[in-house]
T-cell receptor
Framework: QKEVEQDPGPLSVPEGAIVSLNCTYSNSAFQYFMWYRQYSRKGPELLMYTYSSGNKEDGRFTAQVDKSSKYISLFIRDSQPSDSATYLCAMGQGAQKLVFGQGTRLTINP | GAVVSQHPSRVICKSGTSVKIECRSLDFQATTMFWYRQFPKQSLMLMATSNEGSKATYEQGVEKDKFLINHASLTLSTLTVTSAHPEDSSFYIC????????????FGEGSWLTVV
């Protein structure tokens, strides 16, 4: 079993829809959780960073962490074609290296 | 947010030559940097962890003599692909971890290497 599981998609939704992206993990020691967005042929860009269970909102993006279920989510409201990218979840503990999900390819159709 | 600069963004080299890729943290110090390789439509594959002032830690299966990593300062790590071959053609990405209580990792823009 992988430490972090993420459905690779592809996921295709119409513009304006709410998008839900998810990851599950097996290591209960993970302390911090991140979401990155990667456009084609570019390096990943940090979108959200959370430490604790609960929700964190930034504009149209909401990151949700449920440590009891070992489940994290990223919600995108009012999705735009410019949101089309691959979204990577990542998590870590202390100073150890990040563990990444496989990435979900998302397409927002105009 | 913090900025990580990677250079060159694209490089084409002849088979058998060596290529150096630089990764710089522009507005923060990074004791630890990471080097990844990414194939098309696949996730990031960690190659090695680069620690300032000490030897890099390579992941299993990564040839340390082929992928030389030097982390000479708190803001610069370099990856040298030695005696490059066409199969080394790939997208190489570095990331840097902030030296702060809250560890945050930022990525460079990546470097496309094509070996002909």
């Amino acid at each position: 079993q992988k430490e972090v599981e993420q459905d690779p998609g592809p996921l295709s939704v119409p513009e304006g829809a709410i998008v839900s992206l998810n990851c599950t993990y097996s290591n209960s020691a993970f302390q911090y959780f991140m979401w990155y967005r990667q456009y084609s042929r570019k390096g990943p860009e940090l979108l959200m960073y959370t430490y604790s269970s609960g929700n964190k909102e930034d504009g149209r993006f909401t990151a949700q962490v449920d440590k009891s279920s070992k489940y994290i989510s990223l919600f995108i409201r009012d999705s735009q074609p410019s949101d089309s990218a691959t979204y990577l979840c990542a998590m870590g503990q202390g100073a150890q290296k990040l563990v990444f999900g496989q990435g979900t390819r998302l397409t927002i159709n105009p | 947010g913090a900025v990580v600069s990677q250079h060159p963004s694209r490089v084409i080299c002849k088979s058998g030559t060596s290529v150096k890729i630089e990764c710089r943290s522009l507005d923060f110090q990074a004791t630890t940097m990471f080097w990844y390789r990414q194939f098309p439509k696949q996730s990031l594959m960690l190659m090695a962890t680069s620690n300032e002032g000490s030897k890099a830690t390579y992941e299993q299966g990564v040839e340390k003599d082929k992928f030389l990593i030097n982390h000479a300062s708190l803001t610069l790590s370099t990856l040298t692909v030695t005696s490059a071959h066409p199969e080394d053609s790939s997208f190489y990405i570095c990331s840097a971890r902030t030296d702060s209580v809250i560890n945050t990792i930022y990525f460079g823009e990546g470097s496309w290497l094509t070996v002909v």
